[in-house]
């Protein structure tokens, strides 16, 4: 058994490094368990444009920075670790590694974050990594000088398809809706971008090729037309799953697996709190995710006080 830590943050995410930097800033003894890289969706993000008081970065350079500030406050940081058991009501929470390490704690932070929605369609199982994409910034580069797909209608399909021209020969944007959900600036810089072509109101139904991606059916909604279009790759942007599968019975989620939280990031189990993309909010931002740990953080500060 290890040492008994004042919080401990499960995900290293903007929510989960921005709840380590507070926590070990106010010197209690802080731990962060991430079972991937890092950085979480900031990694997969090309360009970072809209972070108060940065002009333009990185999203792996920003997650760099919250980390090498989280472990300059003292925050241990444990990566590549994968939890399989909670032991989150009483005093002493304990969280147990796949690898059979326990840590125990006073309290705790859930920041595990979100994964890419999938479409559900038919052949999409069989051409991720052979055409089908969920990361501009990890595959972008694959696609250079050919014609690809992007799907969605929000803020990260329409900047990671302005991202896209910048290897891409020509992005065609698939969005079910005549409107888009994105920022106006965002649906500007596409329009204006004479790489960017659009389909509305259509969906994508089926993948298929010969053991890379070819081709993709698109039903028009309005008519029920079908269409077959000739494509080199897909990338698809409709927003993200939350990582909370392992939480059902631990902590409490609305219907879509969202963790229920108070506007204090509190849950219903005492001393234990929720941040960031896993969470119940409208808005998935990487400032929003920050606030979320700032505030996390903060409430499990005064928890450990009372």
Not at 34 to 52: C, D, F, R, S
Not at 116 to 137: D, H, M, Q, V, W
Not at 145 to 159: T, Y
Not at 264 to 273: D, H, Y
């Amino acid at each position: 058994m290890d040492e008994l830590f004042d919080v401990i943050i499960i995900g290293a995410g903007a929510a989960g490094l921005s709840a380590g930097i507070y926590s070990s800033r106010a010197r209690l003894s802080t731990l962060i368990l991430n079972e991937g890289v890092v950085g979480g969706q900031m990694v997969l993000t090309n360009e970072i444009a809209n972070y108060p008081g940065v002009e333009l970065t990185h999203g792996y350079a920003l997650a760099g920075i919250m980390k090498k500030q989280a472990k300059a406050f003292g925050c241990k940081i444990k990566s590549n670790v994968k939890v399989i058991k909670y032991e989150l009501e009483g005093e002493i929470k304990c969280i147990t590694l796949e690898d059979g390490r326990e840590f125990r704690s006073r309290s705790v932070i859930l920041s595990p974050g979100g994964k890419p929605r999938p479409l559900n369609i038919p052949g999409e199982e069989s051409f991720k990594g052979s055409g089908i994409s969920y990361c501009a910034t990890c595959d972008g580069d694959f696609f250079t000088g050919k014609e690809i797909i992007v799907v969605g209608g929000g803020n990260s399909a329409l900047e990671e398809a302005v991202t896209l021209t910048s290897y891409a020969k020509k992005v065609t944007i698939v969005h079910q809706f005549d409107h888009f959900q994105a920022f106006q600036h965002a649906i500007d810089e596409a329009a204006e971008n004479p790489k960017i072509d659009f389909i509305m109101e259509s969906e994508l139904r089926t993948f298929s090729g010969n053991g890379s991606l070819e081709e993709v059916s698109i039903e028009h909604l309005p008519s029920g037309n079908y269409s077959n279009l000739k494509i080199n790759g897909v990338f698809v942007f409709v927003g993200y799953i939350p990582n909370t599968s392992h939480l059902q019975g631990m902590v409490e989620l609305n219907e879509r697996k969202e963790i229920v939280v108070d506007g204090n990031m509190r849950t219903n189990i005492p001393g234990v709190f929720a941040a960031g993309d896993c969470i119940v909010k409208k808005f998935r931002q990487v400032t929003t995710a920050v606030a979320d740990g700032t505030i996390a953080s903060l409430s499990a500060a005064e928890f450990l006080r009372s």
